[in-house]
């Protein structure tokens, strides 16, 4: 006899369909999997029969071949236990054909019969033709989002049997609540001072500029990185699906409203893999952290301390907002568009980087800025340097001083500044093409000369000119002046791209 | 003769030839050396060596040590003397010992003489007036500019700079000498004292200041031609500077720094010791400002140095000089309380007293000097730019910090600052802001 169900198996980020098909024949009892199962699928094998025994099912003594198709894909993930265990069923006769018709399946079986959520439920359910999928009860939400099958609940192989049977009712499927802040995002206004620091995020967060915020350690570098994905306006419906479909198929822990509405914010330490960073792997290809950032802040806490092959791997993605990583198997391209924003110490010793004021020899701090490579940094719109606060600001009581703009402020300027750019017709400001900055980003006649002494004096690149060109147009449109970017602006830009490291040129 | 001096060719060599040779024998120190050299002609010292009837002094402190040890006779026997002897005159490397009519005359009664010393250049400028300017390698861009004017007015008044050739002050010093105006050769007199060989340039980066160095003066060293610096090598250098010159200024010094222990040496010799007061918070003038407070007079400038080597400066100075000569002081001037200050001249009608038409070999009314003593005739500019000097210190400041102290935009502040920059009012180092107290025309 033979039975055939939908179901999916993950290939990167994306979902791609899987046609269980089962034959149980007259034989030896034996068990078999083929169509390029991996380890995890291999296991299958042991999980649905202890599955069917512990439901109280009998499991067929005849020869039962499970296929894959297509059968030139690797198959990866334990989700194909649930749709092998149904499949098996039906061609077993245990389960009329009928009852499976119009359905896909996806779970893990547990020995115990119970039926468990799989990593990229989001993915698996929309690549599912059918009409609806039949889920693990704590994947029905996640299944839910997609929209498009309907989701059918299941805590037990036990209870998708009965229900298939129509003795029973599925779960129900929880309803989702309103998507919230998440709390550990912080307020702005809980930061001291640091004017540099809170203009570079409120830039970086309009203009999608990428930053670099350097300092010594306690001048609130993490603190101030932190609180830029608060700045950003939440995800629109086809992001946050995106996103929400990463994060999935990564298995990170989704929000309560299961749909990521936020920009997510991801701090990788430095000892982080290329790997890990980029995305790839061996038994799955895996979303990197750069994928985990999509549409959201990628934090770079350290940087210098970063392997500098690891940081150069990031420099074609933030080109191109994705990354494709190919290996002798597949080739997966996964979305990579996000916010990079990093830290740094100005040198070794974690002074404050001032002339005179830290311990290092000159030939250390050379070394210490020769780890992050110069096409890296050049990619940083934002360089500011950050202090530690004034002790008296530190220990002052906290209504002595008026607090700085809160984030619902400076977030609400940002919306505004990044309606102007899409008026625009650009993505961000930060996308601008240099061809287009005449047209989209006019300077005033002062400070076009600004610039222009800026070249000469030699202290100013040409692909510095257009970067700054760029943050001047944000900082503009935070100000929300219509007409060219007038000096002040570009003043503002060029201090908001500081040298970040210091060591001595010697001018013998 | 076949195993003597005389060498395969059977020609003696020059006397410093031997000297050198000897210096750079293993094992070989300052005070070995110089109670060597006090036997006789090096060139028949050298002989003994090779011939084993002087060896090697037992290593201080150690039985046997790690690592056998090269007896003076085995490398005296396998030293290319000629070869050696070639390189250095080719180079134009000069060899001096005590007894060498050439050697440094200051040297000759140190209690720490250095045994041999070998240079490039024209060892005849430290029989002239000699101070050394020292300091810290990571200094501020204010010490730098301290360095480089003390270099600049100390060799424009003929007075040869002594120095280390580091990073920082010593360079900063170095240039200014180099850079001195209407000194004799063009260029004023400097010598730099090395820690490695006269040939090897420490740091690597300072090799053309070395050249230049050697050119308008001498680069010197105790260390035999072609060796890099071992660590001990730089205290000991620094001993030499002490008893080279003829008085020592301290322009910033860490706690630890070298430039102390030049202090240190120079007070064991009786030579007179300066300091350049620093910020009394800045961690790169600590060890100055310590130093100050333990005994030694500050100065300011060169004139203050010339004044303190009873020189009497009647150079032209540049540009807004800023005190008058030294036979009306300060705090002569001071003594003074009654008379109300002048209001300042700049801008306004010239008050009667200061009329130009004084002979200009009288001393300038007493009322000038401490109104011009003041950092700059300032007339602090009104609305946001006098806000935003207010916000940049006397110390290097960020531009976070100032854009928080004045509570103006960041755009506003960036031009008020480069505005400011332009008056010479500000010196930038790599975004760090600091105001200085003098015009413009520094050179970093």
């Known amino acids: 006899m033979f039975a055939a169900v939908p179901s999916a198996t993950l290939i990167g980020v994306d979902g791609l369909t899987v046609r269980v ?28 029969r202890a599955a069917f025994s512990s439901s109280g099912l009998a499991w067929p003594q005849k020869r039962v071949t499970v296929n894959l198709a297509p059968t030139g894909q690797r198959k990866i993930g334990s989700g194909l236990d649930l749709p092998i265990a149904v499949a098996t069923l039906v061609a077993a006769g245990q389960l009329p054909a009928e009852a499976v018709t119009d359905c896909g399946f996806i779970g893990e079986l547990g020995l115990d019969g119970s039926v468990r959520r799989v990593d990229g439920t989001v993915a698996l359910a929309a690549a599912i033709g059918a009409g609806a999928v039949v889920v693990g009860r704590d994947a029905a ?52 001072g640091q004017p540099l620091g809170r203009l570079a995020l409120e830039v970086a967060a309009a203009g999608g500029h990428h930053l670099l915020l350097v300092g010594p350690p306690g001048a609130g570098k993490t603190m101030l990185a932190r609180r830029l994905p608060g700045l950003l306006p939440d995800l629109g419906p086809d992001d946050a699906f995106e996103v929400t479909r990463i994060h999935s198929a990564a298995g ?16 990788p330490h430095h000892t982080a893999s290329t790997v890990s960073l980029v995305g790839g792997g061996t038994a799955r290809m895996r979303p990197g952290e750069i994928s985990c ?53 100005p040198c070794p010793c974690g002074g404050d980087g001032s002339p005179g004021g830290c311990r290092c020899s000159e030939a250390s701090r050379t070394r210490y800025a020769a780890r992050v490579s110069g096409p890296l940094l050049d990619r940083f719109d934002l360089r500011v340097g950050v202090e530690r606060p004034d002790v008296t600001d530190l220990i002052a009581p906290a209504g002595a001083r008026p607090p700085g703009e809160s984030t619902s402020t400076v977030a609400g300027r940002v919306a505004r500044a990044r309606q102007q750019a899409a008026d625009r017709g650009v993505a961000s400001n930060a996308e601008i093409p240099a061809a287009r900055l005449d047209d989209l980003a006019p300077l005033s006649p ?42 002040e602006a570009v003043h503002a830009a060029l201090a908001l791209r500081a040298e970040p490291f210091t060591f001595e040129v010697v001018a013998s | 003769m076949t195993a003597s001096a005389t060498g395969s060719g059977g020609w003696r060599l020059a006397q410093g030839a031997y000297a050198g040779a000897l210096a750079a024998l293993p094992g070989m120190g300052p005070a070995t050396l110089c109670a060597l050299l006090e036997r006789g002609a090096p060139a028949d010292i050298w002989d003994s060596v090779r011939r084993g009837e002087i060896v090697r002094p037992p290593a201080r402190g150690s039985s046997g040590g790690a690592g056998p040890r090269l007896s003076w006779a085995a490398a005296a026997a396998g030293a290319p003397l000629e070869r050696w002897w070639d390189a250095w005159q080719r180079r134009g490397i000069g060899v001096t010992w005590p007894a060498d009519p050439r050697y440094p005359r200051r040297l000759l009664s140190d209690p720490e003489p250095p045994g041999v010393l070998f ?25 730098r500019a301290s360095a480089y004017d003390l270099g600049r007015d100390l060799a424009g008044a003929g007075v040869c700079v002594v120095s280390g050739l580091a990073l920082g002050i010593d360079g900063a010093a170095h240039l200014g000498a180099l850079d001195a105006p209407g000194a004799p050769s063009g260029t004023g007199s400097t010598v730099g004292v090395a820690a490695s060989g006269v040939d090897v340039a420490y740091p690597a980066r300072h090799a053309a200041l070395w050249e230049r160095v050697a050119a308008a003066g001498a680069v010197v060293s105790e260390t035999p ?8 090598r730089f205290p000991a250098r620094n001993r030499v500077i002490a008893g080279l010159v003829d008085m020592v200024v301290v322009v910033e010094s860490h706690v630890t720094g070298g430039s102390l222990i030049t ?11 300066r300091v350049v007061p620093g910020p009394v918070h800045a961690p790169f003038a600590a060890g100055s400002n310590q130093l100050l407070y333990d005994g030694p007079g500050p100065v300011r400038d060169a004139a203050d140095v010339l004044d303190a080597l009873g020189l009497v400066d009647h150079r032209p100075r540049r540009s807004g000089r800023r005190r008058p000569a030294p036979v009306a002081r300060p705090e002569q001037l001071r003594l003074d309380p009654a008379r109300p200050a002048p209001p300042p001249s700049a801008g306004g009608p010239a008050p009667p007293q200061s009329c130009s038409d004084d002979p200009p070999s009288s001393p300038p009314p007493p009322s000038v000097g401490p109104e011009l003593r003041s950092p700059r005739p300032l007339g602090r500019p009104d609305g946001p730019h006098g806000e935003v000097l207010e916000a940049v210190g006397w110390r290097p400041t960020s531009l976070g910090r100032i854009v928080e102290r004045a509570g103006r935009p960041v755009g506003s502040v960036g031009r008020i600052l480069e505005e400011l920059a332009a008056q010479g009012l500000f010196t930038e180092d790599r975004g760090w802001w600091q105001r200085t107290a003098g015009g413009g025309g520094r050179r970093e």
């Open chain 2, 225 to 232: 031609p072609g060796r890099p610096a071992q660590a001990w």
């Open chain 1, 252 to 267: 990170l822990r989704l929000p309560a409203g299961v749909m990521v509405t936020r920009p997510p914010f991801r701090a």
């Open chain 1, 446 to 487: 002062s400070g076009r000369r600004l610039l222009e002494v800026r070249l000469r004096q030699g202290r100013l690149s040409a692909r510095g000119l257009h970067r700054v060109r760029r943050v001047a147009r944000t900082l503009a449109d935070l100000q929300g002046g219509p007409g060219p970017i007038d000096e």
């Open chain 1, 141 to 192: 939400a996640e299944a839910a989002v997609v929209g498009r099958p309907r989701v059918l609940a299941a805590s037990s192989l036990r209870q998708v049997v009965a229900a298939l049977r129509g003795d029973d009712g599925w779960s129900p499927v929880p309803a989702l609540p309103a998507p919230s802040r998440p709390a550990g995002e912080g307020d702005l206004c809980d930061v001291r």
């Open chain 2, 263 to 273: 202090a240190d040496k120079a007070i064991d010799r009786g030579v007179e010791v």
């Open chain 2, 119 to 143: 240079w490039r250049g024209d060892l005849g400028r430290l029989e002239s007036r000699c101070v050394a300017v020292v300091g810290t390698r990571r200094c501020s861009p204010d010490g």
């Open chain 1, 293 to 345: 950032a999509h549409r959201g802040v990628l934090f770079l806490d350290e940087l210098a301390e970063f392997p500098a092959d690891v940081l150069d791997t990031l420099r074609q993605p933030l080109e191109e907002g994705r990354v494709l990583v190919c290996r002798a198997r597949a080739a997966v391209s996964f979305p990579a568009r996000f916010l990079l924003v990093a830290a740094t110490n």
């Open chain 1, 21 to 48: 098909e089962v034959h149980v024949t007259t034989g030896l009892p034996q068990f078999s999997i083929v169509g390029l199962p991996d380890a995890s699928c291999r296991e299958a094998k042991d999980r649905v």
